[in-house]
DNA sequence: GTCTATACCTGGATAGAC
DNA sequence: GTCTATCCAGGTATAGAC
């Protein structure tokens, strides 16, 4: 366990607490006041540690990055075969089927929200797509695809993503889960 | 030309342009003002048409299904082939590209937004998808895939919803048209 | 069928006491 | 570092004159 003081707890919890929110309610659908009910502070406690709403989604996504790495690296120390680690990667979307149903890709939804209106959060939000990308791309690079590593890896992430789309669209985790399979075979293949 | 009557066509006005809205900025991010300013209309005139703006939103919904309902119509009578007619589905991503890049598909898009908090409207939203799985499906079909007509369906709307997000994400057409190509080559072996 | 004025609420954000 | 009170802009929606 890290050691946090007082306020550095208080703040991590708002940022456990935005992320959660964000991603059920999407961003311009959470209200400040929802932050304020769900953490149990008070309006101005929030405002002490984060300036506007814009600043807490900023660290809403460096969570989700240091996250992220964390389970990129656990993948790199468990499998030293690249197609084990790829089907890492696919297993995930497998195991978290429920939420995927319920709220769509807490990735790609947030990226599709934010590309309509608000670009400049939008790119900051695109390095949760970069981080897969490019982990992806240096297993394709490990499999012998060195020259199209890259598409590849993009190739990966918009099945994932399609995946997501369509099932939570049709609120369907066999749906999902059948797609899934499909995936995994066009990953033996490569 | 079909026949309006002042009233309809004030109507049709504002469904029209609400349309643009809502794939441009998002149903939650249109608000009522741009709708008028852009309509050149008054408040209280389109409050004259529409009690509130989920209405709006439910009209909208209907013109699209109206629009691609005349498409697929077309695409019916133009090809015979069923692969010709797949392959027109995924021309139009192609011909899409730069609305796609700048505001991803208006029908994912929608129901992504919609899926995270208005589970009843997104129902609505839906039906922009079953209107195209069912005619693919159907294409499928007349390729011999009795059986798994749907399940091919929903996986070449999963395939053109990934496209979409992934390209939006990156704005990047050449990413699209790269997909685009693949999946191409997928329906030449169905 | 068109337009003006306005009600009412919730959004994000601030000031300042404790 | 915590909490209360409040501001102001903008949101949807309504009433009613023309």
Redesign the pocket.
Known sequence: MSIL????K?RADIVEVAKELFYEHGY?G?????IVEASG?????I???F????EILHAVIDLRLQEFRQVLDQWNMRYTDPRERLRAFVAMIADNKTELVNYGCPIGSLNTELGKDRRDLQKRARELFDLFRDWLAERFAELGHKKDAEPLALHLLGRAQGIAVIAHVYHDPKLLQREIRQVESWIDDR
Chains 1, 2 share one sequence.
């Open positions: 003081s007082k306020g550095e208080t311009d959470t209200s400040f006041s929802q502070l008070h309006r101005g406690n405002y002490h540690y300036k506007t709403k814009d």
